[in-house]
């Protein structure tokens, strides 16, 4: 099993900036691609950003391309997601993944429980 622990989440206005932590326990965290999904009331969850074991390959969701940016430290157990020129349909509940690489995306096996982010217009 591995455990997700997401954090920095919060209020930001249109424009701004925020970045998401991820501490994962219970595994090797190399052993696993890492990621960040979104969900947005009424609508179903949706893939943000993945980024292989050691980062050598990242993947991101056209919507937030150029403005999100996943980095990780393996020697932290941590997966970062840097959001940058926020936009109000940004907001959302983010969730951090464990799982597997796929062609351009993640295919999850651990969830984390979720951080909220919202952004005021």
């Known amino acids: 099993q591995v455990q997700l622990v997401e954090s920095g989440g919060g209020l930001v206005q249109a424009g701004g900036s925020l970045r998401l932590s991820c501490v994962a326990s219970?595994?090797?965290?190399?052993?696993?691609?890492m990621g960040w999904f979104r969900q947005a009331p009424g609508t179903d969850r949706e893939f943000v950003a993945g980024i292989s074991r050691y980062g050598g390959t990242r993947y991101y969701a056209d919507s937030v391309k150029g403005r999100f940016t996943i980095s990780r430290d393996n020697a932290e157990n941590t997966v970062y997601l840097q959001m940058n020129s926020l936009k109000p349909e940004d907001t959302a509940i983010y969730y951090c993944?464990?799982?597997?690489?796929?062609?351009?995306?993640?295919?999850?096996?651990?969830w984390g429980q979720g951080t909220q982010v919202t952004v005021s217009s």
């Open positions: 993944v464990a799982g597997k690489m796929i062609p351009s995306g993640i295919l999850p096996q651990y």
């Open positions: 219970g595994r090797t965290f190399s052993d696993f691609a």
